[in-house]
């Protein structure tokens, strides 16, 4: 068993009071008659079906505390003495994927399990991919092994009806040059060792370098001493010109000068390009090793790229600027060909960049997806400049079984007056860069004021999120807390500074039945489309909560007219332009799971026009593909609800029709 799995597991059997051992007993009693429900289910591998023992599965509600059991040794589980209400269910292993129930063994939302009084659910059964490994060597032009190296992995994913890129697991080389990626979900990557080069201005002191201040790396430094660690530093050694200094010993050392001129080696992709366009993915199948996946660097003339910050009014130190390769913008740490920091006045110069198209990203934030699997990997090198940094309130996971996860990144040095942003296109060809002049746009301003009707709970505890539409990273997501409300209370308006221009939609989550109705501002309704948000915008808009929500019942029927058991419904809206740009999640697509008689309810849907059909449980998430949306009105029956509409509909199976 891998570690990480066996110290996770370990942690669940002394810390948490709910973990139940499984006891086969069970499956022939069931639950009390009458009094409570249970659901139980089996854990097989996804490709050769055979059950998993000793998987960790976890049942729970929303807002509460989870219940925790161990399969055995036919991957069977139970939970007993459960109440009525909606249940999340999801398993994790040691060199497997995690998985969701109704998920599939690759789709991104699990479905939940909706108990009534008594109800036995026998089918909740859940199949995890195996992890696969990934391995190689990297050397340099000389053919030589390259020791102590990163090596990372991306992927492609779809959300808000976009491909994006996600970074995944990191793995460096051993003295031989050989990595290792292990534990690596099913898919196809893009295999890549990171080569940023950092530049910080010449005068700058450690502490400035290191984003702390001297007391916190005293203290910092204490405890690594105390534990018998030598200090983590990122500024392991210094190579100036009097106005730039490139930060050595995070990454792989340049290769020197030739001849006066100064050599470096760029971020490579495999087989050998050095632009992701030109990178030949790789297909990890379950539980596979793919082995031979090499990767040379090549050295290349390095270059100077300096200018000046325009329009930060002599507050631009400690101003960090990242330069990517075009087609790189949306990810994070480490996938810039260089960054830098500005001085007081502005003036910045990027050290050591190959000849190539950038794009230089002046951000208030990094915010990346990555794909995650269940054991921790190595993680690459914080920026120099930008020190610690921290996950944003916004962080947090996306999806299921894939374990997409949106990180949030706030430099410390980001701070009001670093409110503006740049994004502008860099060429740099067989020379240096000079004079090169950046204007700093303003960020915009959102205000809420949110009216809250018809709460049909005591109180309303939750939050409110501004993303990005198209589901960009390099625009993200922010997230404030609401005051606690009731029915008729003034809730005091909350503000999201220092947005980056572009659309954006609003997503509430809260403990309550709630739903947004409207986002009024200008005399137009933006609680169904993209807000857009301009330089230097600051606008209030009027959002109003609802707990007036619509109720859809009915039965799931097949081909021939009877009851279609044990599989999904998919509400999802008539309007085609709800089916992307959306935001993280949709708020107009639910799916539901058919009770064991064919019987279905919607009872958190929002007033509008629906397509529903019947799905099963591995295609239920799919609506995420706009194709697949498509296919499906074809069997859908079609209902408008108004806010706190009461309606019975039954539903065909897709391809029924």
């Not at 539901?592 to 295609?619: C, I, N, Q, S």
Request: include cysteine; hydrophobic fraction near 40%.
């Amino acid at each position: 068993m891998h570690v990480a799995g066996l110290v996770f597991i370990c942690a669940l059997i002394s810390n948490v009071s709910a973990f139940v051992s499984f006891d086969s007993r069970q499956l022939a009693s069931g639950p009390p008659a009458g009094r409570s429900a249970a659901v139980s289910g089996v854990v097989s591998d996804a490709e050769t079906h055979r059950p998993i023992e000793a998987a960790v599965v976890q049942l729970g509600q929303r807002g509460q505390g989870p219940q925790y059991q161990v399969t055995d040794d036919r991957g069977r589980f139970v939970f007993t003495g459960l109440r009525s209400g909606s249940y999340y269910l999801t398993v994790t292993k040691a060199g497997f994927a995690d998985a969701q129930f109704g998920a599939g063994p690759m789709a991104t939302v699990g479905a939940d399990i909706v108990l009534s009084d008594g109800q036995w659910f026998k089918n909740a059964d859940v199949e995890m991919p195996e992890l696969g490994v990934v391995a190689g060597t990297v050397t340099d032009d000389r053919g030589e092994p390259v020791a102590g190296t990163y090596v990372r992995l991306f992927a492609r994913i779809t959300l808000a009806g976009e491909s994006h890129l996600a970074a995944g697991p990191v793995a460096r080389t051993n003295d031989r040059g050989e990595y290792r990626l292990e534990d690596v979900v099913p898919g196809r990557y893009y295999v890549t060792v990171p080569l940023p080069q950092h530049s910080v201005p010449y005068n700058a002191t450690p502490y400035e370098i290191e984003g702390r201040t001297r007391d916190e790396l005293s203290r910092l430094d204490k405890v690594a001493a105390g534990r018998g660690a030598a200090p983590q530093r990122l500024n392991q050694g210094l190579i100036g010109d009097g106005t730039a200094a490139l930060v050595l010993g995070n990454y792989a050392a340049p290769p020197g000068r030739v001849r006066g001129q100064a050599f470096v080696y760029p971020t490579v992709f495999y087989p050998g390009s050095l632009d992701i366009a030109g990178a030949a993915s790789v297909e990890i199948e379950h539980g596979s090793e793919v082995l031979g996946v090499d990767l040379s660097l090549q050295a290349m003339p390095a270059h100077r790229v300096s200018g000046k910050l325009v329009g930060c009014a002599g507050a631009c130190a400690g101003y960090p600027l990242r330069l990517l390769r075009q087609g790189l913008e949306e990810l994070g740490n480490g996938s810039e060909a260089a960054t830098t920091v500005a001085d007081a006045s502005g003036n910045f110069t990027f050290l050591n960049v190959p000849a190539g198209s950038y794009t230089l990203l002046a951000p208030g934030a990094l915010f990346e997806y990555s794909v995650h699997s269940f054991s921790a990997s190595e993680r690459l090198p914080a920026t120099p400049g930008v020190g610690v940094v921290g996950m944003g309130a916004s962080g947090g996971r996306v999806s299921g079984a894939l374990g997409i996860r949106r990180t949030t990144f706030l430099p410390r040095t980001i701070v009001d007056e670093h409110a503006g942003y740049a994004s502008v296109p860099v060429s740099v060809e067989e020379r240096d860069v000079s004079e090169l002049e950046v204007p700093l746009r303003p960020t915009g301003v959102l205000r809420l004021q949110c009216i809250l009707e018809d709460l049909q709970d005591d109180v309303l505890r939750g939050s409110i999120e501004v993303a990005a539409a198209g589901g960009s990273p390099l625009l993200g997501s922010r997230s404030v807390v609401l005051p606690e409300a009731a029915t008729g209370a003034r809730i005091e308006p909350v503000v999201f500074p220092v947005l980056l221009p572009g659309e954006y939609v609003l997503k509430l989550s809260s403990n309550a039945n709630v739903a947004v109705k409207s986002v009024t501002t200008g005399g137009a309704d933006y609680a169904q489309r993209s807000l857009t948000v301009v330089p230097g915008m600051d606008v209030t808009a009027v959002v109003t909560l609802t707990g007036k929500m619509a109720r859809l019942t009915g039965t799931v029927l097949n081909t021939k007219g009877g009851v279609a058991r044990m599989v999904s419904v998919l509400a999802f809206p008539v309007d085609t332009r709800l089916w992307t740009s959306y935001g993280l999640l949709s708020a107009s697509v639910q799916t539901t799971l058919a009770r064991t008689d064919g019987t279905y309810e919607f009872g958190k849907l929002r007033a509008g026009d629906y397509y529903l059909v019947g799905v099963d449980f591995d295609k239920a998430n799919t609506w995420t593909d706009p194709a697949f949306l498509q296919l499906a009105v074809r069997s859908a029956m079609k209902v408008t609800l108004g806010w706190g509409d009461r309606k019975a509909l039954d539903v065909r199976m897709i391809g029924d029709r």
